[in-house]
């Protein structure tokens, strides 16, 4: 059992009641706008959020490198970060992710609360070198932690792009940067969620997409080998 279940086991009982969305909270318009709601389920195509979640990322890495360009600050250089950004974009790295990793919509909504908290504890620009690695740890630590099912590290790490080796240690950096504060409000989410669709409403074209981690066949799901369907590979880039 690695840290993140134990911590997830003992704030069952607590998470529970503060995070879980109760039957009416579901049903209210923005819930139900970001594809979070009940009524959301069975609908085929992705979430809302997810779309949202990637276009808030993508404003986010080209404000910061055009920052960083400008005024030739380099940032911190932490585990997260890799030599190159390959061939992915944000939007099909986070759709890959809710493909294959079968985590609720709203795991993606705690991710962003996660990674606003790492940001802000490390003082590091998100780019497109780190976002990536962000993500897929955001995202595995909030299926963790909110999920009553999720898969081990390993299936993370191929879901990632990443090493089982890296994705522990990504996992215990991203953990102990956050001082293992994981608990989030039914506030927190909501307000996050009101963000979210805001940021939306005064979204402008994005300039470029940013490119990362180039697709190479492989490895299969655990459901999809069932199914016998291919289960596409990629590599993350080198660090």
């Excluded at 909504?109 to 990536?132: C, E, F, G, M, P």
Aim: net charge neutral; aromatic share 10%; glycine share 6%.
């Amino acid at each position: 059992m690695n840290i993140t279940q134990e911590i997830s086991q003992e704030a069952m009982n607590s998470k529970m009641s503060s995070l879980a969305l109760e039957t009416d909270a579901m049903g209210s318009e923005i819930y139900l706008a970001l594809g979070l709601s009940e009524l959301s389920k069975g609908i085929p195509e992705a979430p809302r959020v997810l779309s949202l979640l990637s276009l808030l990322l993508e404003r986010y890495v080209q404000k910061n490198e055009k920052l960083m360009e400008t005024t030739k600050k380099r940032g911190t250089i932490t585990i997260f970060h890799g030599l190159r950004a390959p061939t992915l974009s944000i939007r099909q790295y986070i759709e890959r992710i809710f493909k294959y990793s079968s985590c609720s919509p709203s795991c993606f909504v705690v991710a962003h609360i996660y990674l606003d908290r790492y940001l802000q504890k490390v003082d590091v620009y998100l780019t497109s070198l780190n976002v990536h690695r962000l993500l897929i740890t955001s995202v595995m630590i909030a299926a963790k932690f909110v999920d009553d099912a999720f898969f081990n590290n390993a299936y993370y790490a191929k879901v990632g792009g990443v090493s089982t080796a890296e994705m522990n240690s990504l996992e215990m950096d991203f953990l102990f940067s956050l001082d293992f504060r994981l608990h989030v409000t039914v506030d927190a989410f909501r307000r996050n969620c009101v963000q979210l669709e805001k940021e939306a409403s005064n979204a402008y074209p994005i300039e470029r997409p940013i490119q990362v981690c180039g697709l190479k066949e492989g490895w299969q799901s655990k459901g999809e080998v069932e199914d016998g369907a291919k289960f596409r590979r990629f590599s993350c880039g080198a660090v």
